[in-house]
């Protein structure tokens, strides 16, 4: 049991710092990271103790960590643009509902209301992920780039270019949603 021990101690030694960096590029929290690290080397153990034959360790483990990061991702409830936050000049809390027309304003309102959200969540799914990152980030969960860069590591200016990025195909993707919008209000 002990010899068995050993061979454990040594694999998790060899192989913890490539296995949390692989980890890292689906979830850049270190936390995250290391929790699925742990939980991998705890299927370790336990295939061990079954007495389970892993005939190729490194290719073992990265499958089960890319097993974990699926079950993570599919868990996952997606985040609703609706449900973002953003401050107003005056330092309050607005969720984007309270920018949108109301849902009590009539059945042209409401219509005008779903599309923008649908059209906002689809133009948010079409950036790149670390554009999205830095744009829900910065703008709907009111981080500083500071901060951003101080969890994942990334430079600030960085993370700059990618909201930069972010805005500019944002601008050029609701553009036409906006003037047509717009110009069904002025027509009345």
């Known amino acids: 049991m002990a010899e068995q021990d050993l061979q454990i101690s040594k694999i998790v030694q060899k192989e913890r710092s490539r296995l949390r960096n692989f980890i890292r590029r689906y979830f850049p929290d270190p936390a995250d ?53 953003v401050e107003d000049e005056n330092g309050e809390l607005l969720h984007i509902d309270d ?12 219509y005008v209301r779903n599309v923008l959200l649908e059209e906002l969540e689809l133009a948010l799914d079409e950036l790149a992920e ?8 910065h703008e709907l969960e009111g981080r500083s780039f500071k901060e951003m860069s101080e969890e994942s590591g990334v430079s600030i200016n960085t993370l700059l270019s990618r909201k930069r990025y972010a805005v500019l195909h944002l601008r050029e993707r609701l553009q036409s949603i906006y003037d047509e919008f717009v110009g069904s209000t002025k027509k009345k």
């Open 33 to 85: 990271a290391e929790d699925i690290v742990q939980e991998v080397f705890y299927e370790l153990v336990e295939a061990n103790r079954l007495l389970m034959p892993i005939e190729h360790i490194t290719g073992w483990l990265y499958r089960v960590a890319r097993n974990r990061i699926t079950d993570l991702f599919r868990k996952k409830k997606p985040e609703l643009f609706s449900d973002a936050a």
């Open 99 to 110: 920018l949108l027309p109301s849902p009590d304003a009539g059945p042209e309102a409401q």
């Open 130 to 137: 670390e554009q999205r990152e830095v744009f829900i980030g």
